[in-house]
């Protein structure tokens, strides 16, 4: 029952700004870990930034300084801000969610992906 629904994706210009939005549903959103994922043609899926449900942040060393993930508890959703596009950042980003169950252990939850393509 647990949905992810992204936005945000588009073409931008090197140099360029854009934000990305995953709205969660069906779950305590606040006790979850989010991060981002992206894939670029012929490369492998990474992880681009992570924020613990207490707010503590990753990034990756290609995007630190340029990308923020940051999140809004009361509204069940995280957010992607990029800053200084370049090429290389060109892929199809995804939404992850991750949601504790104790002993249990934990239980993964992907977004559909969104294109981000950046170019002159």
């Known amino acids: 029952q647990v949905q992810l629904v992204e936005s945000g994706g588009g073409l931008v210009q090197p140099g360029g700004s854009l934000r990305l939005s995953c709205a969660a549903s069906?779950?305590?959103?606040?006790?979850?870990?989010m991060a981002w994922y992206r894939q670029a043609p012929g490369k492998q899926r990474e992880m681009v930034a992570h924020i613990t449900g207490d707010g503590i942040t990753n990034y990756a060393d290609s995007v630190k300084g340029r990308f923020t993930i940051s999140r809004d508890n009361a509204k069940n959703t995280a957010l992607l801000q990029m800053n200084a596009l370049k090429p290389e950042d060109t892929a199809v980003y995804y939404c992850?969610?991750?949601?504790?169950?104790?002993?249990?252990?934990?239980?993964?939850?992907w977004g559909q992906g969104t294109q981000v393509t950046v170019a002159s």
């Open positions: 992850n969610l991750v949601e504790p169950q104790g002993r249990w252990g934990d239980l993964e939850y």
């Open positions: 069906g779950t305590i959103f606040s006790r979850d870990a």
